[in-house]
C-alpha cells in the first residue's frame, strides 16, 4: 500500500523545514514554497492525502489555493495555518466546507501532529466510502447489466458501447466521478427490458416503428428512471438517464449546472454510437454533433475526435467460441439457427456471454467462429480518480 502523504505549503522556507524535521519521522511530508508551486506538486506527484497551507501568501492566499485544491483532489483533507487577524477569514471558510481545521501560528509539533492523524483518519473515512461506492456498487451493476445483456443483447451491446466511449471521454475531459457517467451509459437502456425484441432490432437496424412502438421506445428512459431513482445514491444518474433524449434548453432549469451538462455528455455519446453503427466514420460523426450543438462544451468534442479507434476495435479476425476471452469486442452479429440474435456487433466478451455461446454451439444453434477483436487497451469498468 502507497505511503498516504501530506503536503505542507508556505512561503517561508525556514517554517517547512522545521516540520519536515519534526514530523519526518512520523509521518510522508512533501513541502511546496506558495499556492502555485504547491499545484504543480499535486498535479505530478498527487495525490495527498492532506494539505496543510498557511493563510497569508504572496500570490495566491490560502483560502484561493485550499479551494483550487477541493476541485483538484477533492478527496484531500484541507488544513489552514491562520494567524489572530485572519480568525474571521478562516471561520467562513470552515463554515463553507473548504476546509477540515485550522490551525493557529506559532503551531506545536504536539498539535500539528495530531490534526495531521485526525486529518489522516478523516482521509481515510472519505476514501473508503468512495471505494465502496464506486468499486462495489459499480460491480454490482456491471453484474446486473451482463446478465440483461443475455436477455436484450442489442440494447445493452448498445449501453456496453457507450460505456466504452464515455469512459475515455471522461478520462480525457478530468471530469469528476467519472464512474456515475459510466454507471449512466450502462443503465441507459434499462427501460428496454419492457420492450419486445423485434422492436429493439427495428430500432438499431434503422428500421420503421409503428406508432404505438415508437411511443414505447421513445419512454424507455422514463421506465429506466423510474427503477433506479429507488436506489440511494443513484438519483443523479437516474436524472441523466431520464433525460439522455433531451438537448440542455429543454432541460429543468433548476437541475443544477453539472448534472445538465452529464445527462447532455450521456446523449451526446448515445448519438455518436448510434451514427457510428450505421456506418458514420468517426470523424464526420463528432463533426455532425459539433455542427448540432455548437453551444456545448468544445473540450467534449476534442475528446471524441481524440478517441483511439484501435483501443475498441484492434486487429478484426475470426475466432472460434473455444478459444473466446474476455475483454475481446465482437465485430459482427450472431445470430442463431432460427434467427435470434445472440450477440449484437460491438458487444464486450464476458465470462457469462462465453458460458451462453458455448451452451448454444453444444446444442448446434450457432456456428463455432465469429469475427472479434482484441482492443489495444483493455478498459476496465472503473477507473478511480487517485491512479
Not at 489522516?120 to 446486473?144: D, F, H, K, N, W
Not at 451509459?185 to 422492436?199: D, F, I, K, N, Y
Request: proline share 5%; hydrophobic share 40%.
Amino acid at each position: 500500500m502507497m505511503p498516504e502523504k501530506i503536503l505542507l505549503v508556505d512561503d517561508d522556507s525556514n517554517i517547512l523545514d522545521g516540520f519536515r524535521r519534526i514530523l519526518a519521522r512520523e509521518f510522508t511530508i512533501d513541502t511546496a514554497l506558495g499556492g502555485e508551486p504547491a499545484l504543480k506538486n499535486i498535479a505530478s506527484n498527487g495525490p495527498y492525502a492532506v494539505v496543510v497551507s498557511d493563510m497569508r501568501m504572496p500570490g495566491m492566499d490560502g483560502i484561493q489555493f485550499l479551494n483550487k485544491v477541493k476541485l483538484e483532489s477533492p478527496n484531500t483533507v484541507r488544513v489552514m495555518l491562520t494567524g489572530n487577524s485572519d480568525m474571521d477569514t478562516a471561520v467562513v471558510a470552515i463554515n463553507e466546507g473548504s476546509i477540515f481545521r485550522f490551525l493557529n501560528k506559532p503551531c506545536s509539533k504536539e498539535m500539528m501532529a495530531k490534526t495531521l492523524t485526525a486529518a489522516l483518519v478523516q482521509y481515510r473515512l472519505v476514501t473508503a466510502e468512495s471505494q465502496l461506492l464506486e468499486q462495489t456498487l459499480s460491480g454490482c451493476i456491471q453484474v446486473l447489466t451482463e446478465v440483461l445483456s443475455l436477455v436484450n443483447p442489442a440494447a445493452f451491446s448498445r449501453a456496453e458501447r457507450a460505456r466504452r466511449y464515455i469512459h475515455q471521454v471522461v478520462t480525457l475531459m478530468k471530469l469528476g466521478n467519472p464512474w456515475q457517467y459510466e454507471v449512466a451509459a450502462m443503465m441507459s437502456q434499462l427501460g428496454c427490458v419492457t420492450l419486445a425484441p423485434e422492436t429493439i432490432d427495428a430500432v438499431y437496424s434503422g428500421g420503421k416503428l409503428s406508432d404505438s412502438e415508437q411511443a414505447q421506445f421513445e419512454s424507455h428512459p422514463t421506465v429506466a428512471f423510474g427503477l433506479l431513482s429507488k436506489i440511494p445514491r443513484l438519483e443523479p444518474i437516474a436524472w441523466m438517464i431520464r433525460n439522455q433524449n433531451s438537448p440542455s434548453h429543454a432541460m429543468d432549469e433548476s437541475a443544477p449546472m453539472d448534472m445538465r451538462q452529464a445527462a447532455e455528455i450521456l446523449r451526446l455519446t448515445l448519438e455518436y454510437e448510434r451514427l457510428i453503427q450505421r456506418g458514420v466514420s468517426r470523424t464526420e460523426a463528432v463533426h455532425t454533433l459539433s455542427r448540432q450543438n455548437k453551444g456545448f462544451n468544445p473540450e467534449f468534442f476534442n475528446a471524441l475526435i481524440s478517441l483511439d479507434p484501435n483501443a475498441e476495435e484492434g486487429e478484426v479476425r475470426k475466432c472460434r467460441i473455444d478459444m473466446l476471452s474476455p475483454g475481446m469486442i465482437v465485430q459482427g452479429e450472431v445470430r442463431s439457427v432460427d434467427g435470434s440474435l445472440v450477440i449484437s456487433k460491438g458487444q464486450e466478451v464476458t465470462p457469462p456471454l462465453i458460458l451462453k455461446l458455448k451452451n448454444l454451439l453444444a446444442r448446434k444453434m450457432v456456428a463455432s467462429e465469429m469475427l472479434t477483436s482484441m482492443p489495444a487497451t483493455t478498459l476496465s469498468f472503473v477507473k478511480s480518480a487517485s491512479k
